[in-house]
């Protein structure tokens, strides 16, 4: 009997599950570990698959201020070159008998202040063309401001689980048997509670020669709790019924697969559901191994203490 056969005599396989069933559609995994899906999107043009406004919001903090602050020079620089190619003996208090770079540096300064209206007065336009130009710029600088101001909005308020999950994930001893465990546990000072889990298994197989990709979900001890503040650590019963039942470490080594997590939660402070996903190939399965305790209690026994940094440690075991 091939391990397809075997597999699917203990548990049901997942249909329209969005990944479709050819491996050779991905490459390395469904998808990444910060949740991301590991797809590259082509076939239409740049400017239809790409939207803006959820990359400004989706992109790391520092990358953001950096956009924002090389639009920013990038668009004072152009509004300085144009004052400049006028002529700065168009703008009153710049002294056209000094150096060029000295010129251009005011012109720069001059398109600063027009494009943030502060208009400190002691260079103004002078003439129909320069002063065109920067009733132009100010209007740009304010939409300009707009538009920050509305990103900045949407990346304070926009909706975030903040949920952290182990590495690895573990096969663990179990109630006489073994279980697949994973764990996670908020990292910030959000209240979430009716958290859900899904938790569900791909598998590269045979059949009939040929490699087909298989996923099945897997039941879970608790799929449902009403309070995250803690860990919570995610087992899934190896038993017969299970599709991983009858594993190795060889297997773990030699099989393509992967688990996808899928997590959701209300959370108070944003008062809507949030959401998170994560994944784990087969190489990233510690076969053996039990999570340490990541919670202890105050000395005066009154608090209890997260350990956020004990998420991922583990100690080997024999199985």
Do not use: C
């Amino acid at each position: 009997m091939s391990l397809l056969d075997r597999i699917n005599k203990r548990a049901q396989t997942q249909a329209n599950t969005g990944f479709g069933t050819s491996p050779g559609n991905y490459g390395g995994r469904f998808v990444n570990k910060d949740g991301s899906a590991n797809i590259h999107k082509r076939g239409i043009p740049f400017l239809e698959r790409i939207s803006w406004y959820h990359t400004m919001l989706r992109m790391p903090s520092w990358k953001f201020l950096g956009v924002l602050m090389t639009f920013y020079a990038a668009i004072n620089f152009l509004f300085a070159a144009v004052y400049y190619t006028i002529g700065v003996e168009y703008l009153s208090g710049i002294d056209p008998n000094g150096s060029e770079w000295v010129k251009f540096g005011k012109a720069y300064f001059f398109s600063a202040q027009t494009f943030t209206t502060v208009g400190y007065g002691h260079i103004s336009p002078n003439g129909v063309l320069a002063s065109a130009v920067a009733a132009t710029e100010a209007l740009v600088g304010l939409l300009s401001f707009a538009i920050a101001t509305g990103l900045f909005f949407g990346r304070f308020s926009k909706p975030t689980a903040f949920l952290r999950f182990s590495h690895n994930a573990l096969i663990s001893p179990y109630r006489g048997g073994t279980a697949l465990m994973l764990r996670m546990t908020p990292h910030k000072n959000t209240n979430l509670t009716d958290a859900e889990v899904k938790v569900m298994l791909g598998m590269t197989v045979e059949e009939n020669g040929v490699p087909m990709n298989r996923f099945y979900a897997l039941p879970l001890e608790f799929e449902r709790i009403n309070l995250l503040s803690l860990s919570w650590t995610l087992v899934h019963p190896i038993t017969e019924d299970s599709p991983l039942y009858g594993f190795v470490a060889s297997d773990y080594e030699s099989i393509e697969g992967e688990l996808i997590v899928y997590v959701k939660a209300f959370d108070d402070m944003f008062s809507t559901v949030v959401a998170s996903q994560t994944s784990y190939t087969f190489q990233e399965i510690v076969y053996g191994a039990k999570f340490e305790i990541m919670y202890t209690e105050s000395e005066d026994n009154m608090t209890t203490i997260l350990h956020l940094d004990r998420l991922d440690r583990f100690s080997k075991v024999d199985l």
